[in-house]
T-cell receptor
């Protein structure tokens, strides 16, 4: 099935470093969402973006809805060990109503 | 406030068998979506239910079917199981049906087909 192109696939960083990951699509989306998934759990919503150009923060997390509506990025500042997990972007748009299209995920490892 | 709940947590079946997975949405939510997540992949949309009807469907064969009950809970049924059906099955709920409604996920049911 169709998936978004999410990069990087994995990241190994030191505690305290900033992290950036992004998602691109060949299709336009009306909504961009960022989720985090821990092992054995379902994805947990981090940030939702509803308008092109929108920049939204949630604590140390900041995400932006690209102007072209075909991309989004997520930044994590001053990473901590509990940031470890898999981060997914998801897009929704057009007549897809409830259908979310997910990226392949970015695996984040934080070394203390 | 209970979140999305799913049962069972784990399930082992053999090829050709049938399986039913269950989902209770978050309180106040009336729309339920099902996703399949293969190991190392992002979730793939199976279908969505609202007002007891299937409203949208992804690229999954007819072996995958569902149902929504008047209390908004939902079931996912998979017939004639294949080895490739082994995955984490996620249920997500949202309040209402429309583009702006954020989906909240349950913990999933891990299905292993032998």
């Amino acid at each position: 099935g169709q998936q978004l192109n999410q990069s990087p696939q994995s990241m190994f960083i030191q505690e305290g470093e900033d992290v950036s990951m992004n998602c691109t699509s060949s299709s336009i989306f009306n909504t961009w969402l960022w989720y985090k998934q821990d092992p054995g759990e379902g994805p947990v919503l981090l940030i939702a973006l509803y308008k092109a150009g929108e920049l939204t923060s949630n604590g140390r997390l900041t995400a932006q809805f690209g102007i072209t509506r075909k991309d989004s990025f997520l930044n994590i500042s001053a990473s901590i060990p509990s940031d470890v997990g898999i981060y997914f972007c998801a897009g929704r748009g057009g007549t897809s109503y409830g259908k979310l299209t997910f990226g392949q995920g970015t695996i984040l490892t934080v070394h203390p | 406030d209970a979140g999305v709940t799913q049962s069972p947590t784990h399930l082992i079946k053999t090829r050709g068998q049938q399986v039913t997975l269950r989902c209770s949405p978050k309180s106040g939510h009336d729309t339920v979506s099902w996703y399949q997540q293969a190991l190392g992949q992002g979730p793939q949309f199976i279908f969505q239910y609202y007002e007891e009807e299937e409203r949208q469907r992804g690229n999954f064969p007819d072996r995958f079917s569902g149902h929504q009950f008047p209390n908004y809970s939902s079931e996912l049924n998979v017939n004639a199981l294949l080895l490739g059906d082994s995955a984490l099955y996620l249920c997500a709920s949202s309040p209402g049906w429309g583009n702006q409604e954020t989906q909240y996920f349950g913990p999933g049911t891990r299905l292993l087909v032998l």
